[in-house]
């Protein structure tokens, strides 16, 4: 799994292949999980889906063994390894059913979801109960070892056992049989930092990725038995990140992600190195020592260059991401250059943005919707600011923008999540409907008849505007100028959000204070057109809240904060529910370190 970490992805297969224990099947199995997961190719996904249930297989069969043989891994219950290696491959057989275009695959997906959530609270109360009581371990305990062997011997009730924290539970080491694949490849301590580890990770990713969804699906996820604990989980992800195995790898991997992606979204968040903010050189320590253990990886190189985006080096990150590099996993290739051209957006390269979306229609099969979208909205810009200039050049933008908008269209519907649509392209395919539709009542062209700069809503979306400095607010304000004219209530609502989240961000509070009031009292019923936008309303109540925090911090002000969060939280259903709906709830987690309302 090294081999994997460190881009070696053809060595590792061929390692792998050598063995057909439970843990070889589980590591093939996340071989073609990273692959599907990073590329969302439907053959790559089908046999990481075939993988898996294979590893699922094995591990319960091989832990039925186990328990039935008495067999113990350290201090380990009988087959409690090979019941992680099943939740694990459970839960990645999961992720990847979420991942298909089937119905039924997602409906199989939640049951599983909730199957290894289940698993997993066990699991994880099992290793705090042996650890809490590793000091008192003695032969004399030897009874409490044999009263829980006795309770794993059915298999179907494994995940069900609960565990009293408060009682010691002593096991007697007793070496694996020979020949088995535990004594040939594992250690028995390493085994169970194997077992450890494997739980924190799994548990931990679980806690963390329920924690973030938008507050109406979270009602409903915890109806089914599905409760987010976002500190609990990230405590978990750095207990496994300090284990240097493949579980403290991806651990690694996954808090970066969070920290430098997820938590960036959002504007509500704790300083630097405070509960719940930034942790800095938590993150850099990290990240520096896997760029030490893997140094071939391109996926930490990926990761370098998000902390300097995170910190407004753009220009640094994005030549970072430029520099050539050498990967067997073409889908690591796909993710550097789609992080590199959101990085262009928000320098305004509308050039090297469109570019690199449109080469990304070569590199992989995941939303080449959204991929001509980002890349019309460049060309867009472009006609624009040479219109006045250079009239052949503007026409050139012009009818390069307009063949790639009818282009989207015809990729709807060709990619799912959960067997639906993809929310960012059905956002995309509405506003060509709406610009279609004003075109026509105007009589005018196609690219004449689009409204408030759309590369703007996606700089917006992807938050790239607590990224910018004083130069590119220029560039964005004049884009947002050249539709000061807009006579539609939902274009002038959108205008005056993006300008007021300019303004915060240039720390002219009152300015955007008042373009803020201007969008806050709409209602739906005053929103005309053929397929009107809403998102800016309840974003609106969000950017009401980010207002309050930037002027007053944690304080006074608390409860308004909340209230508006909640309000925007409470709009319904739109398009946009799910990015806004991360927001909103990652700002009320952190709001709940300030309020003690848990």
Not at 232 to 237: I, K, N, Q, V, Y
Not at 542 to 551: D, F, G, N, P, R
């Amino acid at each position: 799994m090294d081999m994997l970490m460190d881009d070696a992805i053809n060595d590792a297969e061929k390692s792998l292949e050598k063995g057909n224990s439970s843990f070889h099947k589980l590591a093939m199995g996340v071989i073609a999980f990273l692959q599907a997961s990073l590329g969302f190719e439907s053959d790559v996904m089908r046999e990481a889906s075939d993988r898996l249930a294979d590893a699922e297989t094995s591990a319960d069969r091989d832990r039925r063994k186990a328990v039935k043989e008495n067999r113990q891994g350290g201090t380990l219950p009988p087959g409690f390894e090979f019941a992680v290696c099943h939740v694990e491959a459970q839960l990645m057989s999961a992720v990847v059913g979420l991942l298909s275009e089937s119905l039924v695959d997602t409906m199989k997906s939640f049951y599983k979801l909730r199957a290894a959530y289940k698993s997993l609270e066990t699991l994880y109360i099992t290793i705090s109960t042996l650890e809490s009581s590793k000091q008192t371990i003695s032969d004399s305990h030897v009874s409490s070892a044999e009263r829980l062997s006795n309770n794993l011997e059915n298999g179907d009730n494994y995940m069900e056992i609960q565990y009293n924290k408060q009682s010691d539970i002593s096991t007697t080491i007793k070496n694996p049989r020979p020949g088995t694949s535990s004594s040939r490849n594992l250690s028995k301590q390493s085994l169970e930092d194997f077992s450890a580890s494997g739980c924190y990770l799994c548990f931990g990713l679980l806690l963390l990725l329920v924690s973030l969804v938008p507050p109406s699906l979270a009602r409903v996820m915890t109806i089914v038995g599905f409760k987010g604990d976002r500190e609990r989980g990230l405590e978990l992800l750095w207990k496994a990140a300090e284990t240097e195995n493949v579980h403290g790898a991806i651990a690694t991997l996954a808090l970066l992600q969070y920290y430098g992606n997820a938590v960036q979204f959002c504007d509500i968040i704790p300083a630097d190195n405070e509960r719940g903010g930034y942790p800095k050189e938590r993150c850099q320590n990290a990240l520096a020592r896997m760029r030490r253990r893997y140094p071939n990886s391109a996926l930490w190189r990926l990761e370098e260059a998000r902390i300097e985006s995170v910190y407004g080096s753009v220009g640094v990150a994005v030549d970072m991401l430029s520099v050539p590099f050498k990967t067997e996993m073409r889908q690591v290739e796909a993710l550097i250059l789609f992080e590199k051209s959101i990085n262009c957006m928000f320098l305004h390269r509308y050039d090297a943005v469109a570019e690199g979306f449109l080469h990304l229609t070569t590199m992989n099969k995941w939303s080449h919707g959204l991929y001509h979208y980002f890349a019309a909205a460049c060309n867009i810009e472009q006609y624009r600011y040479f219109k006045e200039i250079d009239i052949e050049k503007s026409i050139q933008y012009a009818e390069k923008a307009e063949e790639l908008l009818n282009l989207v269209p015809t990729f709807m519907g060709k990619r799912r999540f959960m067997a639906q649509n993809l929310p960012l392209e059905v956002f995309a395919d509405r506003k060509i409907k709406k610009w279609r539709a004003r075109a026509i009542s105007r009589n005018c062209r196609l690219i004449d008849g689009v409204g408030v700069s759309p590369l703007e809503e996606m700089i917006y979306i992807w938050n790239g505007y607590r990224k910018m400095h004083q130069e590119n607010f220029d560039i964005s304000l004049k884009a947002l100028d050249y539709s000061k004219n807009e006579e539609d209530p939902d274009e002038q609502a959108i205008r005056w959000l993006l300008m007021a989240v300019v303004h915060r961000r240039m720390g002219k509070l009152q300015e955007a204070k008042s373009m803020l009031e201007r969008v806050i009292p709409l209602e739906k019923h005053s929103l005309t057109g053929l397929h009107h936008d809403e998102w800016m309303i309840p974003t609106a109540c969000y950017e009401k809240a980010v207002l309050l925090w930037t002027e007053f911090g944690p304080g006074e002000k608390n409860q308004d904060i909340v209230a508006w969060l909640n309000k925007g939280g409470s709009w319904g259903p739109y398009e946009l529910d799910t990015r806004v709906g991360m927001k909103i709830q990652t700002a009320l987690d952190s709001m709940k370190w300030y309020t003690g309302v848990q």
